[in-house]
């Protein structure tokens, strides 16, 4: 027998929603996962709509949701999949632009509402930024209301066209555990000896090796470190397209940078670091900024996106692209302990204030009661 939601008068059935995702970045499917065990857990009826492989990677059929295959694509075979899937839904969610365009496709025609989230920005140029945008418009004027995990995506929702577009309460669910401060002082000579950082001071940077991230502009900082005594480290954790390049450039010009690759201890990299760095040329909720906060480690970061407003006064701010601003922040603070420690204060603070898990579902399931509850007759 099907629970019955807490939201739902007696004898109704639960609220069954569908929650679609492309099987993107981690940011969203950690988000939709935690999303729907919290409304699991209030009895409401989930579907997700994802890749196999994305409920392989983050147990949606786990947390009690049932779980629907649907290709990434927006070919009609998908977009057939997923509308059957949408059969008798109260409401269907959308994570991310593709995804949000393949929900609008499979509900042309239906009254279903359409709840969209903007976790982040396309990045594109040229011929297919035209046709992101185009698809921005689509997705929008469909949508009953469009929510923005940052106030520059909900302001360019409104731009676009949306209805109602609002500030989405997000948390960082699932996140790397940051490691306790004593267990930091026990893996922090040891991970420092694995990179090869004893005796100096060891930079860390986490994304993806992709050219929005910035990190041309870090190895032109890193060139400013080679005349400090003694030399930092810089190690970056991630991997993507413009691997070779970078690894060019750091052997061409002996800069004290290393590739990582991908890593699954980031906590533990954290924890034996000095400064994070984030160079992004935009950043919506940026996973390595939230998580540095909760580590206390000092970030320096670029002003972009919803970067201020997620760090407010936590971290070192510096224009995107200014390279000697860049290496100047991470100089200063080297040769600054008490800035250093104002910052690992400031960022406990500043993370204690992000949305929980709980307030995250609360605003969503108050959103899913507005637009499902029964309008009186005029």
Not at 111 to 136: F, I, K
Not at 232 to 245: Q, S, Y
Not at 275 to 297: F, K, M, N, T
């Amino acid at each position: 027998m099907s629970p019955v939601s807490s939201n739902a008068p007696h004898g109704q059935s639960p609220l069954r929603t569908v929650q679609v995702l492309g099987g993107g970045n981690a940011g969203s499917s950690v988000h939709v996962r935690s999303l729907a065990a919290g409304l699991v857990a209030r009895g409401v009826r989930v579907t997700v709509c994802a890749p196999a492989e994305a409920d392989r990677a983050y147990g949606f059929s786990g947390v009690g949701a049932d779980h629907v295959h649907v290709p990434r694509s927006s070919d009609p075979g998908s977009v057939a999949a997923l509308r059957a899937a949408c059969t008798d839904a109260d409401l269907v969610h959308a994570h991310g632009l593709h995804a949000s365009f393949r929900a609008a496709l499979a509900l042309s025609g239906r009254s279903t509402p359409l709840v969209v989230t903007w976790h982040n920005r396309a990045q594109a140029e040229g011929a297919r930024g035209h046709l992101l945008r185009m698809l921005e418009r689509r997705v929008v004027r469909a949508a009953a209301v469009v929510l923005g995990t940052t106030s520059d995506l909900v302001d360019r929702a409104r731009r676009t066209g949306a209805r109602d577009a609002r500030l989405a309460a997000v948390a960082l669910p699932g996140t790397r555990q940051p490691v306790d401060q004593d267990e930091a002082e026990l893996l922090r000579p040891k991970v420092r000896a694995e990179l090869g950082a004893m005796g100096r001071p060891l930079l860390i940077a986490v994304g993806s090796l992709d050219r929005h991230r910035g990190y041309d502009h870090l190895l032109d900082a890193a060139r400013a470190w080679r005349r400090l005594d003694p030399v930092p480290l810089l190690v970056v954790a991630g991997e993507g397209p413009l691997r070779p390049a970078l690894q060019r450039r750091i052997e061409d010009e002996e800069l004290p940078v290393r590739l990582l690759g991908r890593r699954d201890d980031v906590s533990e990299l954290l924890a034996a670091a000095d400064l994070a760095l984030l160079p992004s040329s935009w950043e919506s909720r940026s996973v390595l900024a939230q998580e540095a906060l909760h580590a206390r480690v000092p970030l320096v970061a670029t002003a972009v996106g919803g970067v201020p407003d997620l760090v407010g006064d936590a971290a070192e701010l510096v224009a995107y692209g200014d390279a000697r601003a860049l290496a100047a922040a991470v100089v200063r603070l080297l040769d600054d302990p008490e800035r250093c420690a104002e910052l690992r204060e400031r960022g406990a603070r500043q993370a204690a204030s992000w949305p929980t898990e709980d307030e995250t579902v609360a605003q969503v399931l108050s959103v899913y009661d507005e637009l499902t509850q029964p309008r009186p007759l005029p």
